[in-house]
């Protein structure tokens, strides 16, 4: 019994970090339709950016994420300005280039701070809930993760900024039909979107230790939960990523952790299969 | 073409080209040379990646006895002939890439030996390719598998995986009984690289043997994201002794959430992280009272100029780690072989390395006191280093010959 209240506390603290790992890239693919191969590199960017805050200007850790975000949503948005909108029209060219930045963000890491493991100490003890210990950090980073989600929830669905993205997701033309900018539109997604995936990688740096080439591994995950939670659908996200807590931690704790990608893998395959509009049936195919 | 076409092309083919750049800068290489007079030894270690830490301590120790050899008249044999290094950073890449690389290595140079490369998965994947172009390789790497194929040009200076594993389970197990800790149960919990697999089986049989119930055995990838999971289910058969083996990143979150979940009980690993110059630094209190099979230790007797030099040219460390102190073995062996051929031809210089034995000097710095191969590869008697974490430095705690602490139990 321990061991499951164990699990399912684990997996709702994970899952708040694996919503906002995925909101930036399910806001990038929902409006720009930009599968953003370059999510891992940003994310790994807000990593680093908390690194320094913290480390160099001794910001709090948590108070640098607000910083990552404006840090890397700044970064996307040169990406953005400086060439992916001229590749609107021919999506290998414009994965290539997405690609190619995610090399040149690991290899300038790289030369910048060396091979070695990062870690940001982020000690603010242990809390017992009955004999089930949660790591206060943990519990702040959900906490974090969790406004960030609402902020832009409630942006996208009680603004008419946010019901403007919302349109340019559903229907391009009729947008620009009815004299909507759609250009400064995609700007601002992508903009928000990577500032996201800044934020993202800020918060995982309080837990986990990173260096330039850790982007991948969380970038897979939040693959895999946009594709269950559905394409744009960011409610779905929302479950998805608990789905994909919990099944992580219980395929570890019940099975074995070999097992971890490939159970994320079989998840990602029924879901195409039985559901390829995500688990609430909203999403794009 | 269009000019947004041309903008489009431009601007792809810039990116392109300034991520192969900035790669090639951010990667050591091994650059093609002209084979005139230094005596050229390949490198091939994971510079920078996930096992960068132990890379690119194989890099300092490998250089810096080079650095001793040159500044010491060169290969006397060879007319006073320098030694040098030519590098190749693995990076991340997968084993297949690795045998790539390393052909690579031996195509573009002239090379009389190699050293490398450091994961057992790398070194398998490498010493095939060493074999069929006759270069010799003296490696760092545990895994028995390596001296077990016939290889004729393999030579490897740490103990096997599985006297890591063993050894290291029998001592503890002793000091438990002395210190009136009972051990019933055990728990493994180890990355599924080739050599962490092998000791920690070897570490299950050993425990079973003595009696001891394995309630889990754990084998996960590299590059965890979350360790919280991990640590339930290696807790659930409530331990009383755990064998742990990660690199430096997962260990550090992984013993975090194992202290979190309430394991306070003794640690046991075999190399990787836990005889990484920063363990301590990295991990913290958890790090103190952790015990280590090694293939070698910078208490070792023989180690002391050594240790002396490398302090004074890598400030950054207080004392070298494990690959510092083998691969500059390796160094100092293939020099004496160098020296015994008279020729930097690599057959002639494998043929040397078989017959090598240095009991004196930094070449014999090893837990025997002697740097000789069997006919196998495998470095005679070799035996593992049992190395335990106290006041933040890594000391020899087995065999006790060469010991130069007392183990301390930590219950």
Known sequence: MNTLLNVLLSSVLLAGVYFILSLGLNIILGVLDIVNFAHGALIILGAYSTYVLHTHLSLDPFLAVLADMVVVGVIGAVVYLGYLRFTVNSPLVRMFALIGFSSVVSALLLMAFGSDYRTIPVDLGTWYLGSIPVRVSQVVAFVFAAALGGATMLVLYRTTLGKAVRAVTDDRTSVQLVGINDRRLSLLAFTVGAGLAGAAGGIIATYVTFASDSGLAFAIIAFAIVIIGGLGDIWGGAIASFLVALLLTAVTVYLSSALVNTALFLLVLMVLLLRPRGVLNRGRV | MSKAWRRTLVCTVGVTTMSLA????????????????????????????????????????????????????????????????????????????????????????????????????????????????????????????????????????????????????????????????????????????????????????????????????????????????????????????????????????????????????????????????????????????????????????????????????????????????????????????????????????????????????????????????????????????????????????????????????VK
């Open chain 2, 22 to 409: 900035v790669a090639a800068c951010g990667s050591g290489s091994g650059d093609g040379g002209d084979s005139s007079d230094p005596v050229q030894i390949g490198l091939i270690e994971p510079m920078s990646g996930p096992f960068a830490d132990n890379g690119t301590q194989a890099d300092r120790g490998a250089s810096l006895c080079v650095d001793q050899i040159n500044a010491d008249g060169g290969i006397k044999a060879l007319d006073g002939a320098k030694l040098e290094l030519r590098k190749q950073d693995t990076g991340a890449a997968q084993p297949a890439q690795v045998a790539n690389q390393a052909q690579s290595l031996i195509d573009s140079n002239d090379l009389s030996a190699m050293i490398g490369a450091w994961a057992s998965s790398y070194t398998l994947a490498v010493a095939p390719v060493t074999e069929q172009n006759q270069v010799p390789l003296v490696t760092e790497s545990f895994a028995d598998d390596i001296v077990a194929q016939g290889y004729t040009y393999v030579f490897k200076i740490p103990a096997p995986a599985s006297e890591m594993g063993k050894q290291g389970v029998i001592e503890v197990l002793n000091l438990a009984d002395a210190s009136d800790y009972p051990i019933e149960r055990a728990a493994v919990v180890a990355e599924n690289t080739s050599s962490a697999q092998v000791s920690a089986k070897a570490a299950v049989a050993q425990l079973e043997e003595n009696g001891v119930s394995v309630t889990n055995e754990e084998y996960f990838a590299p590059g965890l994201t979350d360790a919280n999971s991990l640590a339930i289910k290696v807790l659930s058969g409530k331990p009383q002794f755990l064998f742990a083996q990660a690199g430096l990143a997962d260990m550090k979150i992984l013993q975090e959430a194992l202290v979190r979940q309430g394991y306070t009980g003794p640690i046991l690993g075999s190399g990787s992280a836990l005889v990484n110059p920063r363990y301590a630094e990295t991990v913290g209190k958890p790090a103190d009272g952790v015990f280590t099979s090694a293939g070698w230790n910078w208490d070792l007797p023989g180690a002391e100029q050594f240790v002396e030099d490398f302090v004074a040219k890598n400030s950054e460390f207080d004392f070298p780690g494990q690959e510092a102190g083998e691969d500059c073995v390796a160094v100092y062996a293939i020099a004496a072989a160098l020296e015994a051929a008279g020729s930097r031809d690599p057959s002639d210089v494998r043929d040397a390395l078989a017959q090598v034995d240095i009991s004196d000097g930094t070449g014999s710095m090893v837990a025997t006191g002697r740097t000789k191969f069997e006919e196998n590869g495998q470095l005679v008697d070799a035996t593992p280093v049992i190395v335990q974490w106290q006041d933040g430095k890594p000391r020899t705690v087995f065999p006790k010959d060469v010991a130069t602490a007392e183990p301390a139990f």
